[in-house]
């Protein structure tokens, strides 16, 4: 009987410790989760950031070649262009 009193004790230390590793493990995976969250938040302001500073290159290209510059002449022009086929459309829906 003395054999399987201390199995059986054995057994409970046994427990208790993988019930004490599960707690904090549980308390480890919530932190996590929040980081998860946490980052999810600042990919996506980093996200809309970049998108708004594509923008602003763009604008200051297009204003860099209206100010005489060459590298874009090109493509201010074909811009310039396409907002005037706009115009003309409409001008020609108003018409009718």
Do not use: H
Not at 11 to 33: A, D, G, H, S
């Amino acid at each position: 009987m003395k054999g399987l009193s201390e199995l059986i004790d054995s057994l409970e230390v046994k427990f208790f410790k993988l019930n004490k590793k599960l707690v904090v493990l549980e308390i480890e995976n919530q932190e996590l989760k929040q980081k998860i969250v946490v980052f999810e938040k600042n990919q996506e302001q980093q996200s809309e950031e970049l998108v708004a500073l594509k923008s602003q290159i763009e604008n200051l290209r297009m204003a860099n070649s209206l100010l005489g510059s060459e590298e874009n002449k090109r493509e201010t022009k074909l811009k310039i262009n396409s907002l005037i086929r706009e115009i003309d459309y409409c001008i020609a829906q108003l018409s009718d």
